[in-house]
Antibody, heavy 123, light 107 residues
Framework: QVQLQESGPGLVKPSQTLSLTCTVS??????????WNWIRQHPGKGLEWIGY???????YYNPSLRSRVTLSVDTSKNQFSLKMTSVTAADTAVYYC???????????????WGQGTLVTVSS | DIQMTQSPSSLSASVGDRVTIPCRAS??????LNWYQQKPGKAPKLLIS???SLQSGVPSRFSGSGSGTDFTLTISSLQPEDFATYYC?????????FGQGTKLEIK
């Protein structure tokens, strides 16, 4: 059973960089056909896809966030990470790391989710 | 970008009721439509992929239908554990997008 676990600071100051890491267990991050995503949910709101990274390092980002987001992967640790720069209060949300299954860089669905971590942007 | 619309945002029903939850895409997405269930304080759970394929372990009272722009999630006989928020999501093109959710509440 694949499990994902987010880790990182729960409080970030405005204009600083949000950094989160997701540790994958029960399966290899290098397995074929899987893509490693970040999805966020603003308090009481819907879900927003941030982007994904493949174990090869290929990335796709939501254009609305592309200028501020960088995803990276560490296959030796079975981890992938999110960095979001210049955060504001509007970036306060629960951040989920999520496995997506797909083929040739197109995802079919999101099948395994971490429990989520609340990141608050406040001074 | 493809916009996903779920209306109504909330729905009241009773245990045993048959419920349908609609979802509309702003352009045709073929059958690239997934449904998720989210309970308070928990991560979403994948119920249905490809518009109508039930995920392993999901009760058969859940079903999905539709193609193109109009889709429906149906729960044939509501159980107490089904009261939750349901999201549709398109996987047709990047950026992947979700509907705003339909909260299913006890009448």
């Amino acid at each position: 059973q694949v499990q994902l676990q987010e880790s990182g600071p729960g409080l970030v100051k405005p204009s600083q960089t949000l950094s989160l890491t997701c540790t994958v267990s029960g399966g290899s991050i290098s397995s074929t056909g899987y893509y490693w995503n970040w999805i966020r949910q603003h308090p009481g709101k819907g879900l927003e896809w941030i982007g994904y990274i493949h174990y090869s390092g290929r990335t796709y980002y939501n254009p609305s966030l592309r200028s501020r987001v960088t995803l990276s992967v560490d296959t030796s640790k079975n981890q992938f990470s999110l960095k979001m720069t210049s955060v504001t209060a509007a970036d306060t949300a629960v951040y989920y790391c999520v496995r997506g299954e797909g083929f040739e860089d197109l995802l079919y669905y999101f099948d395994y989710w971490g429990q989520g971590t609340l990141v608050t942007v406040s001074s | 970008d493809i916009q996903m619309t779920q209306s109504p945002s909330s729905l009241s029903a009773s245990v045993g009721d048959r419920v349908t939850i609609p979802c509309r895409a702003s352009q045709s997405i073929s059958s690239y439509l997934n449904w998720y269930q989210q309970k308070p304080g928990k991560a979403p759970k994948l119920l249905i992929s490809g518009a109508s394929s039930l995920q392993s372990g999901v009760p058969s009272r859940f079903s999905g239908s539709g193609s193109g722009t109009d889709f429906t999630l149906t729960i044939s006989s509501l159980q107490p554990e089904d009261f939750a928020t349901y999201y549709c999501q398109q996987s047709y093109s990047i950026p992947y997008s979700f509907g705003q959710g339909t909260k299913l509440e006890i009448k």
